[in-house]
Structure formats: C-alpha cells, structure tokens
C-alpha cells in the first residue's frame, strides 16, 4: 500500500517534461520576440543625403562623423532630442532625432555631383520664381553645400545657387578627383581644432589641429576627405564634413537650418492684447498668427520650432527668456506689432538686438525686411527684457503698427504676414551658412 503513492508520483513526474518543455520553448520565444522587437524599434535607416554625428547630444559638441541616406544605425539611447547611436563602423556618436527621417532637409555637406538634365537654371534662391544666375549643361559638375525642402545649394565655379535636387545625381565617392584649375579651391575650417591627417580616415594620424575659419587650399578630393595645404605649406587631409567653401556669418556650431533649433515667442496672450487697431485687431492675434506661419516655414527647413505658446494665453515675461535659458535653443525670436499714442505718425519696421552678439544676426534681419512693403529701420540696441535677460541669441520683432491705417492695411492680412515668415525664414537661412 506503502507503493502506490509513490508509484503515482513517478507517473505524473513522467508527465511534468513535456510541460516544461512547452514553458522553455515559450520563454525562448517570448525572448527572441522581445530581442526584435526591440531592434525593430532601436534601427534606423538615414533618409537625408548627409547627416552630421556629433561628439554630444547638442550642437555645442563637434562634428565626429557623417553618414549618407541608406545608413542603418542603432539608437543605444535618447536625450533632449538626440539619438546616441552605433555606427556602422562601430563607433558611437549623437544625432539630431528630428532629422533621421528628414529626406527633403540635410545638414550641410560638400558632395560631389553631377546636373542629370540639359539647360538647368541656377536660382539665387530656392524657389521657382527666384533670379536664374546661370543655365548649367548636363553633365556639369558641381558640389551640394545644403539641402533644404528639396533644393539642393551648390557651388559651381566661383558661383553658389540653387537647384531642384531632383535635377542632380551624386558622384561615387571613392574616386580621387583634382580640382579644376581656377583662382580659388580655397575652402574653410568650420569647428574649432579641426584635424589634419596623414590619410583620408579617421583613425589616422594627426598631423596638425586648425582654428575656426582657416583657409586652406584643395589638393584633390579622396571620396569625403580633401587633401589640403595650409598657408605654411603643410599637407594633409581634412574630412569635407568639417569644412565649408565659404567663410563662416557666426560661431555656432550649426552647419545648417536643418540643425537648427529656433524658439519663437509670440508676444502678448490672454489678458494682455497688446495694442489694437480702431476696428479692435488685437496684437496678441496678429502675432501668434505670424508665429504659427513662421513655425511651418522654419519646419520645411527641417528646423526643429519651439514655442512660448500656441494659443490665446499669458506667459510671464520672466517665463518667456527662462524658457530659453533653459531649453537653449539657437535663436530666439520675439514677435510684436508697434503702436504709438498718437494715430498715423509712424510706420515700419524694427528689430531689436541687446547684447552686441546679436548685431550679425539682427542686421540680416532687418536687410530680408527691405523686402516687406514697409519701411525697414533697420537693427538697433533697445533694452528690453526677453532679449536682455536671454543667454541664447534673441532679437525682438516689431512688425508694423497697429496705430497707423497705412501699415494696417497690410499686416493684419495673411499675405503680409506669410511673407514676413518667408523673409524670416531666409535670414536664417543665411544665419546658419
């Protein structure tokens, strides 16, 4: 009797292998489901022509590496809107998370190209409407400098326009090319200690470190590495994702709009209207309105936009340059409408700079402002709290006044206001070149 419990133990213990079993083979299941999922989520692909990795998770941080449309890079982790990824040579580096999938907008670069059609305009700026500088045959070579809502910048000879990128087919890059014969193949250092190496790679020695806005001269081209002479005759190669073919307009580390991230504060809000017309247009309106349009244009850039607000509501003037301090981003631009206490004695445009470190900026600015209908004043020095109290380049914005008919019966339209978005927009532009 002893025997019988026993021996039913035994059977069911010949039972429990298969159960188990079936619970190991779901677990490794379960495992290799997750491990996909995971790399499912953790990959991927560059869809922009060029894409600058950086040494940190910011733009304050150098440029290490670039990698071209097709990459495939795995994301280790994420931080204030950069990705650190591995590279497929097993380096890591950050990148910029809003452009990974950006195939219209890229970081500036100098790729080499060829014009794939006959009779090609070459536009002073990126639209169809813009002065042909030139007509290029097909074949014509060039370099892509940046890319931006599919147009392509470029330099060819001693000029630099703009071309549908559609109109253009990359260059392999692993052939050596000599530059044409011309007066200039000079070109710049972009970054502060640039290195120049005994060979086209960058785990190759160091021969020498140059500072920021260094001219030097092109030997030849070895697929995305210039071999290069200094002024002192030194020889070497320099990756072409650290340079440009034109001397820098500012010390950011921002190679392109693309990069870029812009703050806009919309002024006034909520129980603050700002001034106002005799038929009751509110300047807390027009400026979120002008702020809204300018968000869409600075995005086709592939610029990422924050705002201080988005709808009908009061933000602190205090909160208003915190935000910035905190958020940093690489340019800060306040919106307003002007007034004055009597009707119709003033008119016109102002952009407002208080450190002198604005002053570039703010006069191309005011420059793109010739262009609106109104009188452009041009930069000046105001003290005023958003711009002084800011540790990130910030201007103010005064787009008109409210008080005088005239300048009404432009800014309170959409078209008024989407063109000073469009002139905005290319002052940056210019900025960040």
């Not at 999922?37 to 440029?63: H, Q, Y």
Request: glycine share 4%; aromatic share 6%.
């Amino acid at each position: 009797m002893e025997n019988s419990p026993r021996k039913h133990q035994l059977r069911l213990k010949k039972k429990q292998p298969p159960i188990l079993l079936l619970i190991n083979v779901c677990i490794v299941a379960l495992v290799v489901l997750g491990i996909a999922l995971l790399n499912k989520s953790t990959s991927l692909t560059v869809e922009a022509s060029a894409l600058n990795v950086r040494t940190g998770p910011g733009l304050d941080f150098g440029i290490a590496a670039q990698v071209k449309s097709g990459t495939k890079l795995s994301v280790l982790k994420q931080e204030n809107e950069w990705y650190q990824v591995t590279l497929p040579d097993g380096n890591t580096g950050w990148v910029a998370s809003w452009l990974i999938g950006n195939e219209k907008n890229a970081a500036v670069t100098n790729l080499p190209a060829t014009v794939n059609t006959a009779d090609t305009p070459l536009r002073q700026e990126p639209n169809d409407q813009a002065e042909i500088l030139d007509t290029l045959a097909k074949d014509t070579s060039l370099v892509i400098t940046l890319e931006q809502d599919g147009w392509s910048q470029v330099q060819v000879a001693d000029k630099v326009g703009w071309i549908p990128s559609q109109y253009l087919t990359q260059s392999k890059t692993d052939e050596v090319e000599k530059p044409e014969e011309k007066e200039n193949n000079t070109i710049y250092t972009r970054e502060e200690s640039t290195n120049i190496r005994t060979e086209p790679n960058v785990q190759a020695e160091l021969v020498t470190t140059l500072e920021q806005n260094i001219a030097v001269t092109v030997l030849a081209t070895v697929g995305e590495w210039y071999q290069i002479e200094t002024a002192d005759g030194t020889t070497g190669y320099v990756a072409n994702w650290v340079m440009n073919t034109q001397t820098l307009n500012n010390q950011s580390l921002v190679t392109s709009i693309a990069e870029a991230t812009i703050m806009l504060d919309a002024g006034h809000g909520g129980a603050d209207d700002g001034a106002s017309t005799d038929n009751n247009i509110l300047e807390k309106d027009l400026t979120l309105d002008t702020t809204l349009l300018l968000k869409k244009a600075l995005e086709k850039t592939g610029a990422r936009v924050l705002l201080t607000r988005d709808t009908d509501e009061w933000v602190d003037l205090e909160e208003r340059s915190n935000m910035s301090n905190e958020q940093k981003p690489d340019v800060f631009l306040s919106l307003h409408y002007d007034a004055t206490d009597d009707p119709n004695i003033a008119t016109g445009t102002h952009v407002f700079y208080y450190y002198d470190r604005d002053i570039q900026l703010a006069e191309i600015v005011a420059t793109q402002f010739k262009n609106l209908p109104l009188q452009s004043h041009g930069a000046s020095y105001n003290d005023l709290s958003v711009t002084r109290e800011n540790t990130q380049p910030a201007l103010l914005l005064e787009l008109g006044y409210m008080s005088t008919e005239s300048d009404v019966t432009y800014i309170a339209t959409e078209e008024y206001q989407q063109q000073v978005a469009d002139l905005i927009t290319e002052a940056l532009t210019q900025y960040f070149q």
